[in-house]
């Protein structure tokens, strides 16, 4: 069995992809289902609010954590889904930059060696 060629990500690649993904989620699987994943989703950003609170920080992610949490709590479920849609789709934008940004670096100081 042999793998199939990935090409590169691109900025592009990541938002087009992420877009399609919760198209396709949002038009195939029930409101019921959607809400429990919501909720579940949830949880992730819930323990690292704890976390943060409990080392008496406030951060982006309580902030984050309490904008999720007053959604659901007023029962716009898609609010909540939505906000944490464009928190992970900018987490992983961030890291393809970084990723990026360490390949740029790694070829500029190979140049400078030769």
């Known amino acids: 069995m042999t793998l199939p060629i ?6 592009y690649s ?3 992809g992420a877009a399609i ?6 038009s195939f699987v029930p409101y019921p289902i959607r809400y429990i994943w919501t909720c579940y989703q949830a949880l992730g950003y819930v ?9 008496k920080e406030l951060t982006m992610e309580v902030l984050d954590c309490s904008a999720i949490l007053l ?3 007023m029962n716009q479920s898609k609010t ?19 990723k990026k ?3 740029i670096w790694n070829k500029s100081l190979l140049a400078k060696r030769k």
């Open 101 to 103: 940004q360490q390949q």
């Open 71 to 73: 959604s659901l709590f």
């Open 6 to 11: 990935r090409r590169e990500e691109s900025a």
């Open 21 to 26: 993904k919760r198209l396709l989620f949002r």
């Open 80 to 98: 909540a889904s939505n906000i944490m849609f464009m928190l992970d789709l900018g987490n992983h934008l961030d890291q393809w930059s970084l």
């Open 14 to 16: 990541i938002v087009s």
């Open 47 to 55: 323990k690292e609010a704890y976390q943060t609170l409990a080392r």
